[in-house]
């Protein structure tokens, strides 16, 4: 068979395709069940071996061996014709693939369960199939430090397959976990200069039988949390999350939609912040009652003043450029509120200047529930209760949402109270929230 015939045999999925086709030389494809996470490693391992590396030695890695060999070895047999490799079983094992014009490129398949059995090898690629069962990022580091030698002038890469784990999982600190300050994308997929993230979710193939997902969301066990991680390429939630509805698919809106809207409340709760950051959000209610999160400012080290680059000049420019109409401020410092209150007034656009409702358990309440109504916004039976939305230009929001969590106690008890990090944008929400009826 030639091997345009071969590759002809690989029908991808849109995502797969994504996948492919992107050109850092990190990437992660990070799935769901039954989205070809494996086949579309065993792909980029043979297109590495016939074309960008012919000749030289790669990687491939699972968490363990019988993982690997049950896993990715298993669907390297149904993808690749037995007459172009051939492999090697046991400790040294190995696949020698026969390229076109008789070159012979070697892979080399290893468990990371020891990061030493990557050592002293210098490789062109790696793929770590099922990276995310890995909890140690040692692994991953050291195959990074092992991409040494391979084809001039084509990219040594390192791919991941495997679905997302919690936020805090190390492929999570690696890659991210979504748009923010430092990752472009949207919520599908995400990179920066070296990285990428392809995301992918059961029924993103078309391949599958109808009733595949179907029937995994039907069986025993198959929460709506488990389904959320599992099949829709969800992150998992922290331990103790606070708003635990939280979902980038439902509350994050692309920013270019909330444009030219025409708002009935616009206002601005406050945080203060010097070594921790302080936050302004701007926070608008629509003719339904939805509170939409348009605009944030989130700085550490700013005093509030009217110097240039104090908190006050940013309070003056919210009101020009978004109509902000009040300030509901962190009502603990009411020396700050004087400062921001004669600030606008200086500037001649003076506004209301209020201590906020600091009621820690009903601002969370109020907040919980308009998230929880906008997930819900699928039944008509609930259409008309407040929700809550975040433009995707609000990163740090965005983060804080997903890192909000409860306070653990010293017997390991989770409490109700909220711990005192990853909360400055979140108090200020709750400021907001209070400001409206629930």
């Not at 690749?80 to 398949?109: M, T």
């Not at 793929?127 to 040692?138: G, H, K, L, S, Y």
């Amino acid at each position: 068979m030639a091997f345009e015939d071969i590759f002809a045999t690989y029908t991808p999925s849109p995502r797969q395709e994504a996948f492919h086709a992107d050109p850092r030389p990190r990437r992660w494809y990070c799935a769901g069940y039954g989205s070809g996470k494996t086949t579309a490693s065993v792909w980029e391992a043979f297109c590495n071996a016939i074309i960008h590396h012919p000749g030289y030695t790669g990687i491939v890695c699972a968490p363990t061996f019988p993982l690997l060999w049950q896993g990715w070895v298993a669907e390297w047999k149904r993808q690749i014709p037995s007459a172009c490799y051939r492999i090697r079983e046991g400790s040294d094992a190995r696949i020698w693939v026969y390229g076109p014009g008789g070159q012979v490129s070697e892979i080399l398949l290893r468990s990371t369960l020891s990061a030493a059995s990557l050592e002293a090898v210098n490789a062109a690629w790696a793929v770590f199939d099922e990276a995310t069962r890995e909890r140690d990022p040692e692994p991953y580091r050291v195959l990074l430090g092992r991409l040494r030698r391979g084809n001039p002038g084509h990219q040594r890469g390192l791919v991941l397959t495997g679905p997302p784990m919690t936020r805090r999982h190390w492929t999570a600190t690696e890659f991210g976990a979504g748009t923010d300050a430092t990752h472009e994308g949207d919520a599908m997929a995400w990179h920066d200069a070296l990285q990428a993230v392809i995301r992918a979710r059961t029924r993103d193939n078309p391949h599958l039988p109808e009733s595949y997902e179907r029937e995994i969301r039907a069986r025993p066990g198959a929460t709506k949390a488990w389904c959320a991680q599992w099949l829709d390429a969800m992150f998992g939630s922290i331990e103790g999350q606070v708003y635990e509805a939280f979902s980038r698919d439902v509350h994050v809106l692309p920013h270019a939609s909330l444009v030219g809207r025409v708002w009935r409340s616009v206002i601005c709760p406050v945080d203060w912040g010097w070594s921790n950051p302080g936050a302004m959000l701007v926070l608008c209610e629509d003719g339904h009652g939805d509170l939409y999160v348009t605009h944030e400012e989130y700085h550490r080290g700013k005093t509030v003043t009217d110097t240039p680059d104090g908190w006050v000049p940013i309070g003056v420019r919210l009101v020009k450029e978004h109509r902000v109409k009040s300030f509901h401020c962190d009502p603990s410092s009411p020396g700050h509120m004087e400062t921001l209150a004669r600030g606008l007034r200086v500037a001649k656009v003076s506004r209301l200047v209020l201590p906020a409702d600091n009621d820690t358990g009903e601002g969370i309440r109020r907040v919980s529930a308009r998230l929880e109504w906008a997930a819900a916004r699928e039944d008509p039976l609930v259409i008309g209760r407040p929700a809550l939305y975040v433009s995707d230009r609000c990163h740090n929001t965005i983060a804080e949402f997903e890192g909000y969590a409860r306070r653990r106690e010293r017997d390991g008890a989770i409490s109700e109270a909220p711990e005192k990090r990853n909360d400055h944008a979140m108090d200020a929400l709750r400021y907001g929230a209070m400001a409206f009826a629930a």
